[in-house]
Every structure is written in structure tokens, then in C-alpha cells.
């Protein structure tokens, strides 16, 4: 059996991970979390229906190849750590683990996303990781979505007409956990979420904060995309809400290293701590 010993906020593991695999099992719409079903990739209906996008969807299920990689190079300028030291005497404010009042939240990384993004894609093979690990310990994983609804007066008008009805659509189509990009591994335990705004934790436009606070949860990490728009408003509204927050690094994704590193700095300073997946997770 696999398993995680815990030591302050490190998590380390018994065995080696098991490689997550393109197909995976999800509870089907409509039934019984014991019933399963094999599905394969999604798309949002805009997007899949470009002949484009259906030849690199092609390649990338039937030959594995043509979908390439990036990882960010990240980090938090030693300027900052020192700050905080003088500040509390630590660099880091949550240093002692409690994995049952811990759930890694994962924010937004669907098919729309995931198929535009390089980084997105990179950062697939830690969030597996971060949610395996943090399950195996007795801690909790949420994946939140964007909610498909047709774009408001406020979006057309700031995006313009075309990209406010993108935005709208990119949550996909289908049961919410289907809508997670399948490269990633959703348990039947795992809670899933629609959020009809940036933050998953914004007052009336996601059920996430009621269902963990009913858990007894206390502490949530970070991950997904983007780093500097809808991952960094969940964690400036979870701080705001009383949960301890760890940004996970290496498992946000941006536009740009320079995008990232400029958010991860605003979380450091101001919302909760930024750690990597491998601080926290040790084989």
C-alpha cells in the first residue's frame, strides 16, 4: 500500500508514484459514485469543432506527440523571505501540517486552458503529484471549474463580444468532473466545483467555502491557471475568509515566467506562503 509519512508541513511517500494515465476513470453523470465510466479527452464545443484543433487533438490521443511542454522558472526574491523573517521569525507562517484539515484546491484547469497553455500542460505531472500525496496523507482535493453560462453585460463590454462568449464557454460541456482535462486524475472523493467568477472563494459565486467549511477545513493549496488572474483571486479571497493558504510554485501556471513571478511575489507578501511541490511532498 502506498502512503505518506508526514513531518511539519513535508510529505513524504512509502513508494513511488503511480504515472497518471491519458484515460481515466470518472463517475458517469447521473450515477452512483460506485458505478464508473472510461472517458477520454474533452472539449468545449467551440473549440473541438475547428478542424485544426481536432488534428492536434489527433495526434496528441492517437500518437502521444505533437502537445509540447514548459515549466515556469520560478521564484521569490531572497529580499522577501528576509522580510518576513524579521517580521514573524520564520519564513514561512504555516509550518505545521494537519492533513485532515488540508485540501488542495485546483483551479480551472479544463480543456480550453490546458490545450492553449504550454505551462498549464507543464505543471499536470505535480498537481497529480500534490493531489495523490495530500489524498494518501488524509487530506482533501477540490477541483474547481468555470461555471457555462452566457457572457454578462459587464464581459461583453470589457472583453468585446467574441472573447467574452469564448470566456463564457471554456468551462466545457458535460458533468463537472468530466470537464477537468483528462491528463488529470479525479477520484470519486474528490469534490468538484463550478465557479461563476475569477475566485472560488468570492461570496456568492461558488458553494466551495460552505462544503469545506462543513469539513473542517482550515488550510487550502493553491494550484492551476492562470497564476495571476483566477488562482491568485481565490487565494487573496481564501486569506481574506480566515484559511492559511500555501500558493503551490510549481503547479500555477501563467502567460509568462515574468507574470508568474510577479504574482507569486503579491501572494508572499501579502496572502499566504509559496512553496514547491517537492518542499512539500518528498518521495
Not at 162 to 175: I, K, N, P, T
Not at 230 to 256: H, K, M, N, P, Q
Request: charged share 20%.
Amino acid at each position: 500500500m502506498s502512503g505518506y509519512m508526514l513531518t511539519s508541513t513535508t510529505i513524504y511517500r512509502r513508494s513511488t508514484l503511480i504515472a497518471a494515465v491519458s484515460v481515466q476513470l470518472r463517475p458517469a453523470s447521473g450515477t452512483s459514485s460506485s458505478q464508473l465510466v472510461e472517458t477520454g479527452h474533452r472539449h468545449t464545443p467551440a473549440r473541438a469543432a475547428h478542424p485544426i484543433f481536432k488534428l492536434q487533438r489527433w495526434f496528441c490521443d492517437n500518437l502521444g506527440v505533437g502537445v509540447s511542454t514548459q515549466v515556469h522558472q520560478w521564484r521569490i526574491d531572497d529580499s522577501e523571505y528576509r522580510r518576513h523573517e524579521r517580521r514573524r521569525g520564520r519564513r514561512f507562517a504555516y509550518e505545521v501540517a494537519d492533513p485532515s484539515r488540508t485540501c488542495l484546491v485546483v483551479v480551472d484547469m479544463v480543456r480550453f486552458f490546458v490545450d492553449e497553455s504550454a505551462y498549464a500542460r507543464g505543471i499536470v505531472p505535480n498537481i497529480n503529484r500534490a493531489a495523490t500525496a495530500l489524498r494518501d496523507a488524509g487530506g482533501s482535493v477540490a477541483w474547481v471549474v468555470p461555471s457555462v453560462m452566457a457572457p454578462s453585460e459587464w464581459q461583453v463590454g470589457f472583453y468585446g463580444t467574441e472573447v467574452a462568449e469564448s470566456y463564457a464557454a471554456s468551462g466545457g460541456s458535460g458533468a463537472p468532473s468530466d470537464r477537468v482535462a483528462a491528463e488529470l486524475t479525479v477520484e470519486v472523493a474528490d469534490l468538484v466545483v463550478e465557479k461563476f467568477a475569477s475566485s472560488a472563494f468570492f461570496p456568492g459565486c461558488c458553494d466551495l467555502h460552505e462544503y469545506l467549511r462543513q469539513a473542517g477545513i482550515t488550510r487550502v493549496m493553491i494550484a492551476g491557471t492562470v497564476t495571476s488572474v483566477c488562482c491568485e483571486s481565490t487565494a487573496r479571497d481564501a486569506a481574506a475568509l480566515g484559511y492559511e493558504v500555501i500558493f503551490l510554485g510549481d503547479a500555477t501556471a501563467d502567460v509568462s515566467d515574468l507574470a508568474h513571478n510577479a504574482a507569486l511575489r503579491t501572494v508572499y507578501r501579502s496572502f499566504g506562503d509559496v512553496r514547491g511541490v517537492d518542499e512539500l511532498f518528498r518521495p
